[in-house]
């Protein structure tokens, strides 16, 4: 070992013992055991079903100075302007006491039996959805339909905001979906 080598030597073997001798006084604690469970583990949170709400034709009523008289028609077929309605309403109660969600196809009409089952045709693309309509609305002169937010994107007109549709009622669904919430027509 040369004269230049002996000082870093020495260091090195200093720390070492310095370092042995402070480990000679450490203890690990031992880990504690782990408890057992009092309780089995909640189940994951599945998505939130739609609530049930209820069937309703309703009285009629009046909006800004519009009245509008709800009624049962099978054969109610009409075309005109449709928009669509999303964040400010999700998850607020509809008008037959569902909780709405932006992300179902759903919609909101002036007069149709709460629910109705509609087929909503964009006339300036063609495509078509069948909603449930369990809201009331909209009340916009000019305006037949609001649409849940996914049905506007799936009908491609989300981003334009109103687009012209034909509503055409399904007898059949509709009648379903009111015997599902107590209606006895």
Same mark, same amino acid.
């Given at each position: 070992?040369?004269? !230049?080598?002996?000082? !870093?030597?020495?260091?090195?073997?200093?720390?070492?013992?310095?370092?042995?001798?402070?480990?000679?006084?450490?203890?690990?604690?031992?880990?504690?055991?782990? +408890?057992? +469970?009092?309780?089995?583990?909640?189940?994951?949170?599945?998505?939130?079903? &739609?609530?049930?709400?209820?069937?309703?034709?309703?009285?009629?009523? @009046?909006?800004?100075?519009?009245? $509008?008289?709800?009624?049962?028609?099978?054969?109610?077929?009409?075309?005109? &302007?449709?928009?669509? $309605?999303?964040?400010?309403? =999700?998850? &607020?109660?509809?008008?037959?006491?569902?909780?709405?969600?932006?992300?179902? *196809?759903?919609?909101? =009409? @002036?007069?149709? +039996?709460?629910?109705?089952?509609?087929?909503?045709?964009?006339?300036?693309?063609? &495509?078509?959805?069948?909603? !449930?309509?369990?809201?009331?609305?909209?009340?916009?002169?000019?305006?037949?339909?609001?649409?849940?937010?996914?049905?506007?994107? *799936? *009908?491609?007109? =989300?981003? @334009?905001?109103?687009?012209?549709?034909?509503?055409?009622?399904?007898?059949?669904?509709?009648?379903?979906?009111?015997?599902?919430?107590?209606?006895?027509?």
């Amino acid at each position: 070992m040369t004269e !230049r080598s002996r000082p !870093r030597f020495r260091f090195l073997v200093v720390a070492l013992a310095l370092f042995a001798a402070g480990c000679t006084t450490c203890e690990v604690a031992p880990l504690p055991p782990t +408890p057992e +469970p009092t309780q089995p583990a909640p189940p994951p949170k599945a998505k939130k079903s &739609r609530s049930k709400g209820s069937y309703r034709v309703g009285e009629p009523y @009046q909006i800004a100075g519009v009245w $509008y008289t709800p009624k049962l028609d099978w054969d109610y077929t009409v075309e005109g &302007r449709a928009s669509w $309605y999303g964040k400010p309403f =999700h998850g &607020r109660q509809t008008a037959n006491g569902e909780t709405y969600d932006q992300d179902e *196809l759903t919609a909101a =009409h @002036q007069t149709l +039996p709460l629910p109705s089952v509609v087929r909503v045709t964009n006339l300036e693309n063609g &495509r078509s959805l069948i909603l !449930r309509v369990n809201d009331r609305g909209p009340f916009v002169k000019g305006r037949v339909i609001d649409v849940s937010r996914k049905a506007a994107k *799936l *009908l491609k007109f =989300h981003d @334009q905001g109103t687009t012209q549709v034909r509503i055409e009622v399904l007898e059949k669904e509709s009648r379903e979906a009111a015997a599902e919430l107590g209606w006895k027509g």
